[in-house]
């Protein structure tokens, strides 16, 4: 079972910032957090990771709670292009990546 | 460089016959992955390759399925017997050494009828 968990479904107008929550209370010590997305009929893509520290990037900001059992993603200003799968993953490495049904974020006009 | 490439896009078999996909990473990437994906759900691990060395491999992945890396280079994932359970999108990735994130081809769909 994965070891996250997200809401199925989201909505976000656009140019808003997208909260992206998710939960990981079971997270070890030397396990990372891990963002991707998948758009309709395309392979993953991935957006951001982290440790215990919050993180930015060009496309994304990850806040992760001082206790780490959660965390969340945010994109800026969302565009319609943002509509998309987004996955929530932990784990120690790279290749032991436990996927969930992540949630659908739905980017409305 | 135009990233992960994956052939054939799309495969439809019938129950029984053998299939094996395709996978070229991007270039200078020495790792890499096969996922599974069904509708609906996230990928599943499968497999993992540093350079031509398989180093690690799920307990889905069951004796019908066998993937290679020769040369550290292209990789190739084989179904033998298809069944209809082996529908999905088959996925490769790929990362550099010292990377963490992996990037994604576009995949492999597979219909077994």
């Known amino acids: 079972d994965a070891k996250t968990t997200q809401p199925p479904s989201m909505d976000c107008a656009e140019g808003r910032a997208a909260n992206l929550p998710c939960n990981h209370s079971?997270?070890?010590?030397?396990?990372?957090v891990y963002w991707y997305r998948q758009i309709h009929s395309q392979g993953p893509q991935y957006i951001i990771h982290?440790?215990?520290?919050?993180e930015t990037n060009e496309m994304a900001s990850l806040i992760i709670t001082e206790d780490r059992k959660s965390s969340t993603l945010i994109l800026p200003h969302a565009t319609l292009r943002d509509t998309a799968v987004y996955y929530c993953i932990v784990g120690g490495s790279n290749y032991q990546l436990i996927w969930g049904a992540g949630t659908k974020l739905i980017i409305k006009p | 460089d135009t990233g992960v490439s994956q052939d054939p896009r799309h495969k439809i078999t019938k129950r029984g016959q053998n299939v094996t996909f395709r996978c070229d990473p991007i270039?200078?990437?020495?790792?890499l992955y096969w996922y599974r994906q069904t509708l609906g759900q996230g990928p599943e691990f499968l497999t993992y390759f540093q350079n031509e060395a398989q180093l690690e491999k799920s307990r889905l992945l069951s004796d019908r399925f066998s993937a290679e890396r020769p040369k550290g280079s292209f990789s190739t994932l084989e179904i033998q017997r298809t069944e209809q359970g082996d529908s999905a999108m088959y996925l490769c990735?790929?990362?550099?050494?010292?990377?963490?994130?992996?990037?994604f081809g576009p995949g492999t769909r597979l219909t077994v009828t």
């Open positions: 079971t997270i070890s010590g030397n396990e990372y």
């Open positions: 270039s200078e990437h020495n790792r």
């Open positions: 990735a790929s990362s550099p050494w010292t990377g963490d994130e992996q990037y």
């Open positions: 982290g440790l215990k520290n919050n």
